[in-house]
């Protein structure tokens, strides 16, 4: 059985004393759970006062992007061994905002800029290459921009996003390996994938898992979905067969609205 993950993708948000004081709200209300895995992710900044303050729960740490290499002259980024040793258990990979494509327009962002962020495939596949040896567990997101849904390319861009990310990894490596469908539309707009749709392509990925390694692998990954995922819509999505938690970004900087979505997990 596999169990809820709930992870709160902080972003851009809270310094390191907002995010101790959200993580310790939480805690108080939910830290002991362990039937559902509640995940935060507050900004490289945060990560120590938040795993200070979620410290003897059940609660676990997660950064939002790490660099592949364990050291050396890389300005500006973050190795593996430095997540770990602030107590990560988990790191995103490749969400839509680092790949760099945006679903709506966004003003204060040209195009220059959004060349900086536009991680690939590759650069994916060289990240997940350098976590999982040190049991860091990724949460590789995957999703299509509404161009492409519109187009019916939904599934050939998942599995070529999964395809590239995963590349000349074996199945016994990737047991720790979570996905996360994540349509680009639906990311921060309000707009949430129907539960049905969004069940159905959680199960398309499986079944890509299924077919370029095995069924046992492919039923042990949990799936998760997000993109405007609230207290309102949480039930309906998280109990779905084939969605075992979910990404939730504006909604976990709310300590009640997390909570309740924590509580929409079904007890697996
Ligand atoms: P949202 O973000 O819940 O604010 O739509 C989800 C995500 O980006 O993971």
New binding site residues.
Partial sequence: MRRPLI?G?W?MHLSPSEGAALATMLRQRIGMRSDVEILLCPAFVALQAVAEAIRGSEMKLGAQDVFWRDSGAFTGQIAPPMLMAVGCEYV?LG???TRGRFGVADPDMDARLLAYFSETEATLNRKLRAVLPHGLKPIL?VGETLAEREAGQTEQVIRTQIEGALDGLASDELYELVI?Y?PVW?????QVCDADEANRVCGFIRQTLRDRYDAELAEFVRVLY?????PSNAHALLHQPEIDGA??????LDAKAFEQICYCAPQR
């Fill in positions: 992870a993708n972003k995103i969400h839509s905002e997101c996360a994540e639906a990311i921060g707009t309000g997000g993109g405007s995922v609230k990404l939730v970004g504006g909604a976990s």
